[in-house]
């Protein structure tokens, strides 16, 4: 159970919740609102004023009048009476709306949840006044988000003290990231029970202390939407940067294959943008030219002077070099066009086949 706002009265400790000072004004809303729906539904069956000569031996007729459509109604026709007539059905009272209204302004003042907090729109036009708002509400129930996290992290201590007794042979489990990506993990072992390879980090819950910490703010699902609005802003601000960081705002896009996207979009970005993943170690001629660079700092350590080492080693190892750098971005140049092409080739297929199917 999480707390509410405690107080203290003629030294009695009392705690209330959100809603306390709220029951009132829902009391009156509810009251208004379903005197409002009962007078709407009462319209359409408003009573007929009759003389009981007029409707003798069709009693039962006249009973269910409003229960089912009829063409005609049948009755008795007596001189000097008029026909019957439905009485004026009943109106809306404009006292009972403004009563709604009323009620619902005062839930929000009593909770401090205004129209702006709720991402609704309120009276607040100005980026600054929807956020002063959203402060206020923020502010003022705070004990009840405090409480929440002092209830959360007392729940981590006991489970943090429940794991090591429950979880205390090797296992494979299942963790979500802070991405709410899932992945497999082996506990308790110093093999990965899944590929029996040897792992670098062993994650053995018997072993050492833990501790938690809990913090309270918007889900990742509202940061991943904030984040792929502001990238989205920012890149109509700043065309010139969409190269730089369209593939950082594809990942954030919750589309079919944006994973494939990400990955051309990493291809095709400027170079420096991306480190390339999967390159370990350079060509031969980089390897021996760097063991040659290492073997002439060795000398120099030696204490053989710089001046007997040979200047044209030296430059024919740095030509080796730049011209390696030339070889690879030469590379990464072609590796990259026929990326576009591929993109190219692949949308215009699919806007091919799109205009086949119209």
């Known amino acids: ?22 029951k009132d004004a829902q009391r009156m809303y509810n009251y208004s609102r379903s005197t409002m729906a009962e007078t709407t539904a009462m319209q359409p069956k408003a009573p007929f004023m009759v003389a009981k000569e007029q409707i003798d031996g069709y009693e039962s007729t006249w009973s269910n009048v409003d229960d089912e459509p009829r063409p005609y109604i049948v009755y008795n026709f007596v001189q000097g009476i008029d026909k019957p007539d439905r009485v004026a059905p009943p109106i809306r009272s404009s006292g009972l709306e403004a009563e709604v209204r009323f ?21 607040e036009k100005s980026g600054v006044a929807i956020e002063k708002r959203q402060q206020i509400s923020g502010i003022a129930n705070f004990p009840y988000y405090d ?17 090591p007794k429950i979880y205390s042979k090797p296992r494979i489990i299942r963790i ?13 072992s110093d093999i990965d029970l899944l590929t029996k390879e040897k792992l670098d980090k062993v994650f053995d819950l018997n072993v050492g202390k833990y501790d938690t910490t809990v913090t309270a703010g918007p889900s990742f699902a509202t940061q991943r939407q904030e984040t792929k609005e502001f990238l989205l802003q920012y890149m109509e601000k700043d065309p010139e940067s969409v190269p730089y960081i369209r593939h950082v705002v594809m990942k954030y896009q919750d589309v079919p294959g944006v994973d494939e996207i990400v990955a051309i979009f ?11 993943e999967g390159e370990e170690g350079g060509t031969e001629e ?15 350590e030696e204490g053989i002077p710089p001046s007997d080492q040979s200047a044209g080693q030296i430059a024919e190892i740095q030509v080796l070099q730049e011209n390696e750098k030339l070889k690879g971005l030469e590379l ?5 066009e026929k990326e576009i092409n591929r993109v190219i080739e692949e949308t215009n297929r699919i806007v091919k086949q799109s205009n086949v199917n119209k």
Do not use: C, F, H
Not at 10 to 17: D, L, M, S
Not at 103 to 123: C, F, H, P, V
Not at 147 to 162: G, R
Not at 286 to 300: F, H, I, N, P, W
């Open 1 to 22: 159970m999480i707390w509410g706002k405690e107080l203290n009265i003629a030294e009695k400790r009392v705690v209330r919740g959100m809603v306390r000072k709220a």
């Open 147 to 163: 409480n929440t996290v002092s209830a959360m992290i007392y729940l981590a201590k006991i489970l943090i003290d429940l794991i």
């Open 266 to 276: 990493k291809k095709i970005a400027p170079p420096g943008v991306v480190e390339q």
């Open 103 to 123: 009620s619902a302004d005062e839930i929000r003042d009593m909770t401090m949840m205004q129209k702006a907090s709720l991402g609704k729109e309120g009276q």
């Open 286 to 300: 980089e390897m021996l030219a760097q063991e040659e660079m290492m073997q002439q700092q060795q000398a120099g």
């Open 176 to 188: 979500l990231g802070l991405d709410e990506t899932e992945k497999q993990v082996s506990i308790n």
């Open 332 to 336: 990464d140049n072609i590796k990259k």
